[in-house]
């Protein structure tokens, strides 16, 4: 069955550092997303993908986030200067062709970004 | 806005007891509603979804959920649960059509299951 595959599973960074988190979604996926969960609170919806540009972004995705489709497969979210409060666990998810609406986002194993 | 209350933050049931997890959302018309669990180490795996038509869906490993309209609720059942079921559970409130594409979770619903 198709996944979605993040890499990699961890990554220790010191603060001010750029990071870039990797994903490869679902190949025939047309929506991309990222999602992140801070230990012990809920997961939170960053930002969204569709046509090579940005779709839908929170009010978390500030300007030291951006996200990339650099080729037909990856899709990757870059922090440009890490603070200790990005510490998280980042997901990516797909969802298929009619993506908003109510289509299934499917969803990679993580990344654990520790900022210290 | 959309919201998701998970009441229960931790669960503990016997294995072979029957489990129910609660979901209460809020939402302006009638939403998309998602069941995801993460077992750990792992990503989030869609347990089972509701979009419209009957009311009691089926997912996967023996799991159910029921849509009450009138109670705003989304809860999650299995007759009968096995170790393996250990893991947290996250319900979510889904894209709409002409809103917004994000999903919105709950806190989640953390279970452990006793031999």
């Known amino acids: 069955e198709p996944e979605v595959t993040q890499t990699p599973s961890h990554q220790v960074t010191q603060m001010g550092q750029e990071v870039i988190l990797r994903c490869v979604p679902i190949s025939n996926h047309l929506y991309f997303y990222w999602y992140r969960q801070i230990l012990g609170q809920k997961v939170e919806f960053l930002v969204s993908f569709y046509n090579n540009e940005i779709s839908e972004k929170s009010e978390i995705f500030d300007d030291q986030f951006s996200v990339e489709r650099p080729d037909g497969s990856n899709f990757t979210l870059k922090i440009r200067s890490t603070k200790l409060e990005d510490s998280a666990m980042y997901f990516c998810a797909s969802s298929g062709v009619a993506g908003g609406l109510g289509e299934t986002q499917y969803f990679g194993p993580g990344t654990r970004l520790l900022v210290l | 806005a959309q919201s998701v209350t998970q009441p229960d933050i931790h669960i503990t049931v016997s294995e072979g007891a029957s489990l129910e997890l609660r979901c209460n959302y809020s939402y302006g018309a009638t939403p998309y509603l998602f069941w995801y669990v993460q077992s750990p180490g792992q990503g989030l795996q869609l347990l089972l979804k509701y979009f419209s038509g009957d009311t009691l869906v089926q997912g996967i490993k023996g799991f159910e959920a029921e849509f009450k309209r009138s109670q705003s609720s989304f809860n999650l059942r299995k007759p009968s649960v096995h170790w393996s079921d250990a893991a947290e559970y996250f319900c979510?409130?889904?894209?709409?059509?002409?809103?917004?594409?994000?999903?919105?979770f709950g806190k989640g619903t953390k279970l452990t299951v006793n031999p």
């Open positions: 979510a409130v889904g894209p709409t059509q002409g809103g917004s594409e994000k999903l919105v």
